[in-house]
T-cell receptor, first 115, second 118 residues
Framework: AQSVAQPEDQVNVAEGNPLTVKCTYSVSGNPYLFWYVQYPNRGLQFLLK??????LVKGSYGFEAEFNKSQTSFHLKKPSALVSDSALYFC?????????????FGRGTSLIVHP | ETGVTQTPRHLVMGMTNKKSLKCEQHLGHNAMYWYKQSAKKPLELMFVYSLEERVENNSVPSRFSPECPNSSHLFLHLHTLQPEDSALYLCASSQDVPVLGTGSYEQYFGPGTRLTVT
């Protein structure tokens, strides 16, 4: 079975400071991991994914995420937050091979960047 | 623009009405999904179509009826809804072909239809 947890409902950070949005997962095999962002009144938008290879994945809008197999985590990071980064962030996981081909989404973390 | 469009963007309907939500993807993808997003609740997967065949039906009440006439279009037919069905309904597509196994492709979401049932 595959599952994903986003332990924080909300993250607050000041503009210009680094930000981290946490995600942990549980799978039977190897994880395929995804991050999405949702702005108000919009659908989810793909940011980045980890399939294999380098543990540090770079994505859109300056975001990156680090895959940590020993800690079963895939935290989303950005070196310097912008007010426009304020949105809802979702982590998702697929279990490979043999798991569900449909990703399981976390509950979402609301990121608020203060000016 | 993600290449996935949804109409209408907003819909208000009474409990006895019948309406349909439409989704269209312009990406040449093989799989299409319906999700329900309610306030304070996780994203709920409703239906999945792969190569125009329904491959997942997540215990959704029969008042929701999906239709996938071709690989680019997906509909969600609504009838005799309840107020608790009020939510944002999201359509998504991906290159995956679930019936052939797993995939590593991300999903592309439409902007959603905000449904209010009165």
């Amino acid at each position: 079975a595959q599952s994903v947890a986003q332990p924080e409902d909300q993250v607050n950070v000041a503009e210009g400071n680094p930000l981290t949005v946490k995600c942990t997962y549980s799978v039977s095999g190897n994880p395929y991991l995804f991050w999405y962002v949702q702005y108000p009144n919009r659908g989810l938008q793909f940011l980045l994914k980890y399939i294999t290879g380098d543990n540090l994945v770079k994505g859109s809008y300056g975001f990156e995420a680090e895959f940590n197999k020993s800690q079963t985590s895939f935290h989303l990071k950005k070196p310097s937050a912008l007010v426009s980064d304020s949105a809802l962030y979702f982590c998702a996981v697929r279990d490979e091979p043999g798991g569900s081909y449909i990703p399981t989404f976390g509950r979402g973390t609301s990121l608020i960047v203060h000016p | 623009e993600t290449g996935v469009t949804q109409t209408p963007r907003h819909l208000v309907m009474g409990m006895t009405n019948k309406k349909s939500l439409k989704c269209e993807q312009h990406l040449g993808h093989n799989a299409m999904y319906w999700y329900k997003q309610s306030a304070k609740k996780p994203l709920e997967l409703m239906f999945v179509y792969s190569l125009e065949e329904r491959v997942e039906n997540n215990s959704v009440p029969s008042r929701f009826s999906p239709e996938c006439p071709n690989s680019s279009h997906l509909f969600l037919h609504l009838h005799t809804l309840q107020p608790e069905d009020s939510a944002l309904y999201l359509c998504a597509s991906s290159q995956d072909v679930p019936v052939l196994g797993t995939g590593s492709y991300e999903q592309y979401f439409g902007p959603g239809t905000r449904l209010t049932v009165t």
